[in-house]
């Protein structure tokens, strides 16, 4: 099991913890498998392409990154606000000023993330659905996605999800 801890939540860490143990796959950690990442990206399109799920591109908890993290963690998206102190920034802005000896509650989640194989680079262009090779690799070819547009996001998961499973 991936060994996460949240600077100041059990209640988190232990919901993380029984989350996790449906994407947990034995090679995550010690080779360059992204089963579980691609786990977490086929859950997560597959919750955001249900009608009662709400989407919010700027919402921390609720936008591209945020529905992601919430299948990742299993923190709703109110408890991600809440473990960044209710600071609204962007993800893109998180992973920017990412900084793994600060000791922020974002960082917990950026380390977890980065575990998974994600690097903060791959955090921003999921918010803003860029990575050229995910768009190229789209059924159908490439196009241009909109970044606050559910059916996209949905889209360049599974594409995200796809070019994964061939690395």
Do not use: P
Request: hydrophobic share 30%.
């Amino acid at each position: 099991m991936l060994n996460f801890q949240f600077s100041s939540c059990l209640g988190c860490e232990l919901k993380f913890n029984k989350i996790m143990s449906h994407f947990y796959s034995d090679t995550t950690n010690h080779t360059k498998s992204y089963q579980t990442l691609i786990d977490a990206l086929r859950s997560t399109s597959h919750r955001l392409s249900q009608e009662d799920v709400e989407y919010q591109w700027g919402h921390m908890g609720q936008c591209n990154a945020g529905h992601l993290i919430q299948t990742i963690t299993g923190m709703s998206s109110y408890e991600i606000v809440e473990s960044i102190d209710f600071h609204m920034d962007e993800w893109s802005e998180h992973a920017t000023d990412y900084c793994t000896k600060t000791g922020c509650k974002v960082d917990d989640i950026f380390q977890e993330v980065e575990k998974l194989g994600m690097s903060h680079q791959d955090i921003v262009q999921l918010e803003y659905l860029s990575n050229r090779n995910v768009l190229n690799n789209l059924k159908g070819g490439y196009r241009t996605l909109q970044k606050n547009n559910k059916s996209h996001v949905i889209q360049y998961m599974e594409s995200y999800a796809d070019l994964l499973e061939r690395k």
